[in-house]
């Protein structure tokens, strides 16, 4: 799965988008320099998000909307179209 489909199906399960967790992390005080430990116990505990799921919204809460450049132009399940995830939500994705 790329990074890119774990935010995609977080948006699904939880009905909200990335840009809108991410808002809400930080209104919960995480962001740069938190740990993954809290986040991911308030997004299961919240959301109920496995450890997968967390992790890509961990990276995004701690370290933004910038993915390394190693999947990137590769096939495969890990492939990603480019480093910038789209936080805005499936329905307005540019194509």
Known sequence: MSFQAYLDAIETKT??????????????GFGPGTKAT????????TYDLGR???????HVITKGPTISDKHVGTSGSHADAGTELWLDGQAGRPS
């Open 38 to 45: 809290p986040i991911l116990a308030w997004l299961a505990d």
């Open 15 to 28: 009905g909200k988008t990335p840009r809108e967790l991410l808002v809400e992390a930080q209104e919960q």
């Open 52 to 58: 997968g799921h967390g992790m890509a919204m961990v």
